[in-house]
């Protein structure tokens, strides 16, 4: 039996196969205008039109795959128990649709991020938070939807085509540091270093008056100054490791030592040897081409080779306009897909997608692997012990491990540093 999934539909949908190479993946599935195709054809098949055509499974589209832009109404949004997903028409209307809801249109509206196009209620950095999200709102929001979709689709069509081979679920990890300050202590200057410690000294800090001391004087290691450790500690997990790297110029929300600093250039080309590195774009680049663009220039010169991979700093973009920009700056990856305030499935899903830039109604090579934690959510922004963000990651990898995906997680060379606020936080 032919194993390509042929979907009918009347209309022609830029949409509609971006979303079929979402859910099944580029070169598994065709689309045709033609009902005759549809009736012929000896495989999985899937009418996604409104009429019903005997011996097919149909799929009844609710429009938004057939829209273009953004209504000036967001969708009406509902989540049922069992995870179907409701955007404009009620559920009555999908009494006869194989899964009970349109399932293409609905994992477009969340890995588009059509919801982060409206207006949303920004927090001080301008982010949209997790809370703003649907998801969060119908307490979906750990659960990776699409891929959940996507599996009981297979499982329907297997039903429906005993032959047909449902492909196999991988799962990997990917474990991802920012790297915003190399240093906590270490060159500062005699100035900023005085006034650190008179700082410490009002504040009744004195364990951080002597770390201070002690690091400067050369008798123990900087508490930031942990690379070779984090290297170490994912080396022996076999486990892939992706570095972001802050090389914005020193500001209120950037606080790393010059890329002209010869220590930073040291450790960025001792680590490129151990990890890739990717660019981590300054606070204010999300809308800055140019400051992406220097930014990313710096690296490559550190390196000598081009850099592919990004992640903003603080999590800071804004749709569509930062991803545009990566784009024009030649970045291929992005690894920014997560929320801040929350944990979860940003986009529904653990597994990489290209992004679809709803402005210009197309889908993009800008490849997005999102992440489901980042150790300041879990400790600063949920105000987890260390023993609840551990259930938390925990159940997070096993929905990954169920339904497949990258298990991806952020933390910082702070978290690692067991110094401060962060002692017993290397659970990543
Ligand atoms: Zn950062």
Redesign the pocket.
């Known amino acids: 039996m032919n194993q390509t999934i042929l979907i009918y539909s009347p209309q022609t949908s830029c949409r509609l196969a971006y979303t079929a190479g979402v859910i099944f993946g580029k070169g598994s599935f065709k689309i045709t205008q033609n009902e005759f195709d549809l009736q012929n054809y000896e495989g999985p098949a899937v009418n996604y039109s409104v009429h019903p055509l005997k011996g097919t499974m149909q799929i009844l589209p609710d429009g938004l795959l057939y829209e273009t832009g953004i209504k000036k109404f967001s969708p009406s949004f509902h989540v049922s128990a069992d995870y179907k997903l409701f955007l404009n028409e009620e559920k009555d209307f999908f009494q006869n649709n194989i899964l009970g809801f349109d399932i293409f249109s609905a994992v477009f509206y969340i890995v588009s991020r059509y919801e982060e196009y409206g207006n949303y209620i920004a927090d001080e950095h301008g982010r949209f938070g997790g809370k703003n999200s649907g998801m969060y709102q119908f307490n979906v929001h750990t659960k990776p939807l699409v891929d959940i979709w996507r599996q009981k689709l297979y499982d329907t069509l297997k039903k429906q085509y005993p032959d047909f081979e449902i492909p196999p679920i991988y799962y990997n990890e990917l474990a991802t540091v920012?790297i915003?300050r190399l240093y906590l202590y270490k060159e500062k200057g005699l100035i900023k270093s005085v006034g650190g410690m008179v700082k410490d000294i009002l504040s009744g800090k004195f364990k951080n008056v002597s770390k201070r001391l002690n690091v400067l004087l050369g008798k123990e290691n900087d508490p930031h100054d942990n690379l070779s450790d984090i290297i170490t500690h994912y080396k022996k997990q076999n486990i892939e490791l992706k570095i972001?790297w802050?090389l914005g110029d020193k500001k209120k929300y950037d606080n790393n030592l010059s890329s002209a600093h010869s220590k930073q250039i040291i450790t960025i080309q001792k680590t490129s040897e151990y990890a890739e590195i990717g660019i981590?774009p300054s606070y204010n680049s999300y809308n800055s081409i140019a400051q992406i663009m220097t930014e990313k220039q710096r690296l490559e010169t550190l390196l000598g080779k081009p850099v592919s991979a990004s992640r903003q700093?603080?999590l800071r973009m804004q749709l569509p306009q930062t991803y545009q920009q990566l784009l024009q700056c030649g970045i291929s990856q992005d690894y920014t897909m997560g929320w801040h305030d929350i944990v979860g499935f940003r986009a529904g899903t653990a597994q990489a997608f290209n992004w679809y830039d709803i402005e210009n109604e197309t889908e993009t090579d800008l490849q997005i692997t999102p992440f489901v934690a980042m150790d300041v959510t879990l400790k600063n922004y949920m105000k987890l012990n260390i023993e609840q963000a551990c259930i938390i990651l925990t159940d997070l990898q096993n929905e990954i491990r169920k339904y497949g995906g990258v298990f991806c997680t952020i933390a910082?060379n702070e978290s690692f540093s067991q110094w401060g606020d962060w002692e017993g936080w290397d659970i990543f």
């Open positions: 920012d915003d972001f802050l981590h700093h603080f910082h």
